[in-house]
């Protein structure tokens, strides 16, 4: 819509066409093959993909292979399952760095050709100690005179094996003396006696980042190739990089601003741990963000892209509340999905008055705010379960649920009046003891009297029984995500709460895997997709209704 005002990378882009530097927008997700992605990841995808979208351009999902040690093919796989899951399609543009190898050596030779690059013998310790500090300029490397002849000897004697890690590697000649270490003559080749996942032994050197990167967006023809803010100071180096090889068109770095979440745990070291220690059932734990997790908890693509477009874009790192991601969910659902009844915390209501033996299929409508979800039939007969909290024996004020001598609609049904209870040896209520009045059925205009309170219920005999897991913030809000003391995390001991004696109305015992619902009065829930079975459902609730979440 040409009211919305574009951001800044679009205004950059807008501006690069319309001065004919940029035919073509290409774009493209670059993530190392080292971990699952996470919501942050997700925001990427989507801008990049987004954006490629926008200009009839092209997205290109690259696997940036480059560091043989951190990779592994199995999060090849799960990194490929979450982008198509986002909806971000790369269509035929699947690309692995690691294909660019020959290129990337065949640069590093033009750029010794050049002069502009040189093999070092330093160590790298010794190398950090040349580049010199902020305040202090760097030192010649004794080797930065080598003749180009030795040069390319030397690094073809790197190429077939000949040095051991860390013996030699190769440096771009930049500028010692410049403000940016970055360009302080910074390692583009290491050698490497690594077997790589895709090239196995083909290779024993590996270019770096900084070096690679250009080098790979060049080569597929990427117009913007757009990363987070700490790569600001890298970008003099990538643009010397596609200056030096002279490429036709050379791609333009973009930096914006990570997302960042309030009181969650994104770091890698963190969740491997709590994963290790048994805190959480694997990296896709509901109560986690990577987006395997927020699948799992019953997150849909589609509210994710909501939340990262309520973001923004932005130059200055922030950080966002959790609750704007949950609101997110919550839009997307409320007219998506059936609102079913399900007792987390059973009691048995008995209608005393309701002939035994006898069944009557209530029409239920789906959802009352969106026709087009049709109804289904809810048996209804003499016992029934309801919520614990629906009734007391003893109401404080404002009280309109069940109590003794009081009337109450159960939902889509009819009116019950309270006239006993039973309570166990403990003094535990077991039982509530109710009379019906057939004359207020739902939907047959009854006008008679009203009733202050509406519950949920399921029918005894055909509820489902099921387990639910409600979730709460893994760490202490209060406290704050790490312990100021030690560095650990302030875990919230009560973040997962099973409850295993559970209700549901039997049409849920056809719930699939992420199949999600309103339970009236209680949330949205989500079919798990690791536990639950036909057998033995298991709900995970992705949020609660209520939000203290304004937009
Ligand atoms: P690591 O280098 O430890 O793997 P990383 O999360 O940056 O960390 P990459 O695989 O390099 O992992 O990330 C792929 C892409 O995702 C990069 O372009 C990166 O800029 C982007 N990205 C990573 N984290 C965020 C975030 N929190 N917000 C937005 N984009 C992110
Ligand atoms: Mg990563
Ligand atoms: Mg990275």
């Given at each position: ?521 209680q949330g949205y829930f989500c079919a798990d997709a690791k536990d639950s079975t036909p057998e033995h459902p298991v709900f995970n609730r992705i949020v609660s209704l209520k939000s203290s979440f304004k937009l």
């Amino acid at each position: 819509g040409g009211t919305v005002s574009k951001n800044f990378i679009e205004q950059i882009i807008d501006k690069d066409i319309e001065e004919g530097r940029c035919e073509e927008v290409v774009t493209r997700f670059p993530p190392e093959p080292n971990g699952y992605l996470h919501i942050g990841h997700a925001k990427s995808i989507l801008l990049n993909y987004g954006l490629a979208e926008e200009y009839h351009g092209k997205f290109h999902m690259r696997f940036d292979d480059t560091n043989p040690t951190k990779e592994k093919v199995e999060f090849v796989e799960s990194i490929k399952a979450d982008i198509q899951w986002l909806g971000a399609d790369w269509g035929d543009s699947l690309f692995f760095a690691s294909d660019y190898f020959e290129q990337m050596y065949e640069a590093a030779v033009k750029l010794i050709k050049k002069g502009k690059a040189y093999v070092s013998d330093l160590s790298a310790e010794e190398i950090r100690e040349y580049r010199g500090t902020l305040t202090e300029p760097g030192k010649d490397d004794p080797s930065c005179n080598r003749s180009v002849e030795e040069n390319l000897a030397l690094f073809e004697d790197m190429k077939n094996g000949k040095f051991k890690d860390g013996e030699k590697v190769l440096r771009a000649k930049i500028d010692m003396a410049s403000p940016n270490i970055n360009m302080r003559d910074p390692v583009i080749y290491r050698v490497a006696h690594m077997t790589h996942h895709r090239t196995g032994d083909t290779w024993c050197i590996y270019p770096m980042y900084d070096f690679a990167h250009p080098i790979e967006d060049a080569i597929e023809g990427v117009s913007h190739s757009i990363c987070t803010l700490e790569f600001e100071d890298h970008r003099p180096l990538y643009d010397w990089v596609v200056r030096e090889l002279e490429y036709e068109k050379p791609p333009k770095q973009i930096e914006f601003a990570k997302l960042y979440l309030t009181n969650v745990v994104t770091g890698k070291r963190y969740i491997k741990k709590l994963v290790e220690d048994g805190i959480v059932d694997g990296w896709d734990d509901p109560r986690l963000v990577s987006i395997a997790a927020l699948r799992r908890r019953g997150f849909t693509p589609e509210s994710i892209k909501r939340f990262v477009e309520l973001c923004g874009i932005s130059k200055s790192n922030s950080s966002v509340d959790y609750a704007m991601l949950e609101y997110c969910i919550r839009e997307d659902l409320k007219m998506k999905k059936p609102r079913m009844m399900a007792v987390l915390d059973p009691i048995k209501l008995v209608i005393d008055n309701y002939p035994e033996g006898e069944v009557e299929y209530l029409d239920v409508a789906n959802n009352l705010e969106n026709e087009e979800l049709g109804s289904r039939k809810v048996p209804f007969c003499r016992e029934l379960y309801i919520d614990r909290d629906d009734f007391m024996e003893e109401p404080p004020k404002k009280y309109f649920r069940l109590f003794p001598g009081n009337e109450v609609r159960l939902m889509h049904a009819y009116f019950v009046k309270c006239e006993s209870f039973v309570k166990d040896e403990n003094g535990k209520v077991i039982e509530v003891h109710c009379t019906y009045d057939p004359e207020t059925k739902q939907g047959t205009g009854f006008t008679g009297r009203k009733v202050k309170g509406t519950i949920h219920w399921v029918p005894a005999p055909f509820a489902k029984k099921c387990e639910v897991r409600l979730y709460e913030n893994l760490v202490d809000e209060e406290k704050g995500v790490y312990n100021k003391e030690d560095g650990s995390l302030n875990l919230n001991p009560d973040s997962l709460k099973v409850l295993k004696d559970c209700y549901v109305e039997p049409e849920l015992a056809k719930a699939e895997p992420y199949d999600s619902f309103q339970f009236v009065r209680q949330g949205y829930f989500c079919a798990d997709a690791k536990d639950s079975t036909p057998e033995h459902p298991v709900f995970n609730r992705i949020v609660s209704l209520k939000s203290s979440f304004k937009l």
